[in-house]
């Protein structure tokens, strides 16, 4: 969900404002996925590098994170979004990772899965998983990694203009397709999540197979 920032300071105004508009942006494209009949969305909301940032900005973004979880149960209970965090929870403050767990535990019956990437790492991911590992195949390492139970992504979107991965998913990632836009995330609309799709649909999946 990256631009929030360029998003805000091209209008004159803070940061967080960016990152309230992100928010707002994230509710829509819920909707547009949920619509198209997708059962997964990932989210980038808060990189392990993020929190390099100004202690304004990140106590904003935590503020913003503990009032989206807080608003957003009735919601997504109405709604079959089953809400899940992966990262390091354990860098949130207790009281934000209490209101995670209760909110996760609250919907985990939901049919579409919101998956929210929070003091999230790829890197820090697969270290964790490492020592966790007991087994020898790639499926049982996937069992240990924060996306267990969660497929692959097919799809990573990356907004506003950057063309990296930035330590996100980086194993799930593996065989996804990637689709790269100029818009800023607050921008992100559904012609746009359109063309997204669209674009998707007319790449050729070998994963490394040939076509019959
Ligand atoms: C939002 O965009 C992503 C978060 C870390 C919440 P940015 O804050 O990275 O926005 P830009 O890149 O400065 O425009
Ligand atoms: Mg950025």
């Given at each position: 969900?990256?631009?929030?920032?360029?998003?805000?300071?091209?209008?004159?105004k803070p940061r967080i404002f960016g990152h309230r508009a992100g928010?707002?942006?994230?509710?829509?494209v819920m909707?547009?996925?949920?619509d198209a009949g997708i059962k997964y969305l990932t989210v980038y909301a808060f990189s392990t590098e993020n929190w390099k940032r100004s202690?304004?900005?990140?106590?904003?973004?935590?503020?913003?994170?503990?009032?989206?979880?807080?608003s957003k149960e009735k919601e997504l209970l109405e709604n079959g979004v089953r809400f899940r965090v992966i990262g390091r929870r354990t860098d949130l403050s207790e009281k934000l990772q209490k209101e995670i767990a209760e909110l996760e535990e609250k919907t985990k019956g939901g049919a579409f899965t919101l998956v929210v990437a929070l003091s999230y790492g790829s890197r820090d991911e697969i270290v964790r998983a490492a020592m966790k590992f007991k087994g020898s195949t790639e499926e049982e390492f996937a069992e240990c990694l924060d996306t267990a139970g969660i497929p692959d992504?097919?799809?990573i979107i990356r907004t506003s203009g950057e063309l990296r991965l930035s330590?996100?998913?980086?194993?799930?990632?593996?065989?996804?397709?990637?689709?790269?836009?100029?818009?800023?995330?607050?921008?992100?609309d559904k012609e746009e999540?359109?063309?997204?799709?669209?674009?998707?649909?007319?790449?050729?999946?070998?994963?490394?197979?040939?076509?019959?």
């Amino acid at each position: 969900m990256d631009g929030n920032g360029r998003w805000a300071t091209s209008r004159l105004k803070p940061r967080i404002f960016g990152h309230r508009a992100g928010a707002q942006a994230l509710d829509r494209v819920m909707h547009y996925c949920k619509d198209a009949g997708i059962k997964y969305l990932t989210v980038y909301a808060f990189s392990t590098e993020n929190w390099k940032r100004s202690e304004e900005e990140v106590s904003g973004l935590m503020t913003l994170l503990s009032t989206f979880i807080k608003s957003k149960e009735k919601e997504l209970l109405e709604n079959g979004v089953r809400f899940r965090v992966i990262g390091r929870r354990t860098d949130l403050s207790e009281k934000l990772q209490k209101e995670i767990a209760e909110l996760e535990e609250k919907t985990k019956g939901g049919a579409f899965t919101l998956v929210v990437a929070l003091s999230y790492g790829s890197r820090d991911e697969i270290v964790r998983a490492a020592m966790k590992f007991k087994g020898s195949t790639e499926e049982e390492f996937a069992e240990c990694l924060d996306t267990a139970g969660i497929p692959d992504p097919d799809l990573i979107i990356r907004t506003s203009g950057e063309l990296r991965l930035s330590n996100f998913l980086m194993w799930q990632a593996a065989y996804s397709e990637f689709y790269f836009t100029d818009k800023l995330w607050p921008d992100f609309d559904k012609e746009e999540f359109d063309k997204a799709l669209e674009s998707f649909s007319k790449r050729e999946r070998r994963m490394g197979g040939r076509l019959k």
